[in-house]
């Protein structure tokens, strides 16, 4: 007997204040997978004003969902903005990326999401795909 593969897509909308498309795009990519036959259960949405631990704590319940998958794809799709550390670096290799929440946080690094960190917090099974835009 064949196992199923298991499906999650995680679509994440981080606006600055003041910003409206983020939404817009969260939502259309919910309609898409939705008409695609990807049933609401398996798409989970964190939008609106983000942190640091808001994300953390998301990809963290993400990860508890997953840990047991011997096989799956997940789908993340991220709409906000990013920056590299350090802002002043002059060599791509050194240069790390990260999801930023505010304008006031890009002073400070200690506040961004950088993608090492949001893999280190899925964890992924081996057997598990992932699959990543970010629009940032």
Same mark, same amino acid.
């Given at each position: 007997?064949? *196992?199923?593969? =298991?499906?999650?897509?995680?679509?994440?909308?981080?606006?600055?204040?003041?910003?409206?498309?983020? =939404?817009?795009?969260?939502?259309?990519? +919910?309609?898409?997978?939705?008409? /695609?036959?990807?049933?609401?259960?398996?798409?989970?949405?964190?939008?609106?004003?983000?942190?640091?631990?808001?994300?953390?704590?998301?990809?963290?319940?993400?990860?508890?969902?997953?840990?047991?998958? *011997?096989?799956?794809?997940?789908?993340? +799709? +991220?709409?906000? =903005?990013?920056? +590299?550390?350090?802002?002043?670096?002059?060599?791509?290799?050194?240069? *790390?990326?990260?999801?930023?929440?505010?304008? $006031?946080?890009?002073?400070?690094?200690?506040?961004?999401?950088?993608?090492? $960190?949001?893999?280190?917090?899925?964890?992924?099974?081996?057997?598990? /795909?992932?699959?990543?835009?970010?629009?940032?």
């Amino acid at each position: 007997m064949r *196992e199923s593969v =298991h499906q999650l897509a995680l679509l994440i909308g981080a606006p600055w204040r003041g910003e409206a498309a983020m =939404h817009g795009d969260v939502q259309a990519f +919910y309609d898409a997978l939705t008409g /695609r036959g990807l049933s609401s259960d398996d798409l989970l949405v964190l939008e609106g004003r983000l942190d640091r631990k808001l994300v953390l704590d998301f990809l963290a319940a993400v990860q508890s969902r997953v840990s047991n998958w *011997e096989r799956g794809n997940l789908f993340l +799709y +991220y709409s906000g =903005h990013g920056a +590299y550390t350090p802002m002043d670096v002059t060599a791509v290799a050194t240069a *790390e990326p990260a999801l930023v929440f505010a304008p $006031d946080d890009l002073d400070d690094p200690s506040r961004w999401v950088a993608w090492r $960190d949001l893999f280190g917090a899925l964890a992924l099974p081996a057997g598990v /795909r992932l699959a990543l835009l970010p629009d940032c």
